[in-house]
């Protein structure tokens, strides 16, 4: 038999688990196979449950689990029974009474899974760190000439198949499982680094680890090459992790419209949709159910709506696509948690038309914006502030009507997400929530924002409020929000001639808020 096919048994085997799924079969074979099975905690438990002998590690060590289950594999007998070279270390390990242990089983503590849930406090993650898993993993691994080490439930089907036909694992198994091991136990220190920078500790080294999705066609423009990649650790609802139903294949622009529009709609607790046109919203509305704000988002401009991405922050109605089909719209895509049946036929006769389902939406807590300059990148967290009401304060002789106060809120997210300058206008809608009735984005002088807004929205506008991402450096935007029928402002705050506009805004019988938050948007 070659070296590539030589077979480790297994007579003793270190079984340690987080996660028990599918445990039992294989502990089950290793003792047919006369292996003895040293185990920990809940997995010893699980184990006796089943009827499985069992050692206790703190049995086999003679010293006890300590530190509320911190410490207890960390010691020589375990280590060195794993680390130990059979041909070379036998004497010292038996001058020792340490005993070879040929099979390492360990899944390790769901970190992942502890800081994706609300309101999880660092402590609480900290303790979710594992570290006598790792090591025990990594020893195993760095002697797979002798050891099998397992850490993917699914790779226990190989090490059953393998048990049962030669009586222990090839050589090439253990190596394969090997370098699943130092990915796996890279991946849980990346995560940990993460937290952990997320929350205010310090770093001097960004480690990225991101996995290729697919080859795109080409990239911004077809004289550019593209591909996406995902990170492989992050299991939020997203355009990355969203399944695709139908439709042609994305390329670079859809992922950047249909990511700007998801992350829109997330942001929204009530029945919301946008429309999205190169990165910026063209429409978004709420409204009490989403049939509704998915009309009066894609009303806003229905022109500009053109080849658009639509994101809904509630299942796809069959009404949905009955208008879409009815009013022969030409929509790119849309992502959603979930499709009507009826919806999903009716869209489904748009053979080009990109379906793409997320399942319930929920926000990233630890999301991080990344931009990349020549030989660089900027790293930052994701802008997740909405304005609430305590946010608001009023700065003219004018306090807001409740109507204005709905639709500030309202505009003040949507704002977040056009790229700066940036100003919405806005107001309340017949059907229990707030529509955009025009928006001017991405321009160098705020003032040309509030044109474009105010030419966008036309004779919708009067009655309108207006949302500004940023502070009025000159009382121009100001008068001209007034003569397009604008009554009331929300805007950060924080200019040299705050006083200035603040005065002008009186002036002209105006309401003014000031948040204190700045949400630009390059």
């Known amino acids: 038999m070659s070296s590539n096919q030589e077979i480790s048994k297994v007579s003793r085997a270190l079984i340690s688990v987080s996660d028990k799924t599918d ?55 375990v280590h060195g029974g794993i680390l130990m070279r059979r041909t070379l270390d036998e004497v010292e390990a038996e001058q020792n009474g340490i005993k070879p242990i040929d099979m390492v089983v360990v899944n390790l503590y769901p970190f992942k899974e502890t800081i994706a849930k609300e309101g999880v406090t660092e ?119 969203a399944k695709v139903l139908q439709g042609k294949e994305l390329s670079f622009n859809n992922i950047i419209d249909t990511d700007a529009a998801l992350e829109l709609v997330k942001d929204f607790e009530k029945p919301a949709a946008a429309v999205i046109k190169h990165m910026n919203p063209c429409g978004a509305a709420t409204a009490e159910n989403i049939t509704n704000a998915f009309t009066e988002a894609y009303e806003v401009d229905p022109m500009a709506a053109f080849g658009c991405v639509i994101a809904l922050n509630r299942p796809c109605t069959t009404e949905i696509a009955e208008y879409i089909r009815d009013h022969k719209l030409f929509v790119e895509i849309i992502i959603t948690p979930s499709f009507e049946k009826n919806a999903l036929k009716i869209l489904g006769e748009k053979k080009n038309l990109r379906l793409m389902e997320t399942g319930p939406l929920r926000k990233n807590p630890n999301q991080r914006n990344i931009k990349t300059v020549a030989g660089g990148m900027l790293v930052q967290t994701a802008d997740e502030y909405v304005v609430t009401e305590k946010d608001l304060k009023t700065v003219t002789k004018i306090e807001p009507a409740p109507d204005e106060i709905e639709a500030m809120l309202f505009a003040r997210v949507l704002v977040k997400h056009v790229k700066s300058n940036a100003v919405v206008f806005a107001k309340k809608n017949a059907v229990g929530g707030c529509s955009a009735t025009g928006i001017g984005a991405g321009q160098m002088s705020r003032v040309d924002s509030v044109i474009i807004a105010r030419r966008k929205g036309g004779d919708r506008v009067p009655g309108s409020i207006m949302a500004s991402d940023a502070f009025f450096p000159f009382p121009d935007a100001v008068v001209e929000a007034s003569e397009a029928g604008i009554h009331a402002i929300v805007q950060p705050g924080g200019s040299i001639r705050d006083e200035e506009v603040i005065a002008k805004a009186d002036e002209l019988g105006m309401t003014m808020i000031f948040t204190g938050i700045r949400s630009f948007k390059h």
């Open 23 to 77: 445990l039992i079969p294989l502990a089950q074979i290793l003792k047919k196979q006369g292996a003895e099975i040293l185990s920990t905690g809940g997995t010893a438990k699980a184990l006796k449950e089943a009827g499985i002998e069992v050692t206790d590690v703190s049995d086999y060590t003679n010293f006890p689990e300590m530190m509320g289950g911190r410490l207890k594999t960390l010691h020589p007998l």
């Open 123 to 241: 402590a609480e993650a900290v303790e979710q760190i594992d570290i006598g898993g790792p090591a025990m993993l990594r020893s195993a691994a760095k002697n797979f000439q002798f050891v099998t080490a397992v850490t993917a439930i699914k790779d226990y089907a190989i090490v059953m198949e393998e048990l049962n036909e030669y009586g222990g694992t090839t050589f090439e198994t253990r190596r394969q499982l090997a370098i699943k091991v130092f990915e796996k136990t890279s991946h849980y220190d990346h995560n940990i680094a993460e937290y952990l920078r997320t929350q205010g500790a310090p770093t001097e080294l960004l480690d990225l680890h991101y996995e290729k999705v697919m080859q795109l066609r080409y990239g911004e423009n077809p004289h550019q090459k593209a591909a996406f990649f995902r990170d492989p650790t992050d299991q939020f609802p997203n355009v990355t992790n």
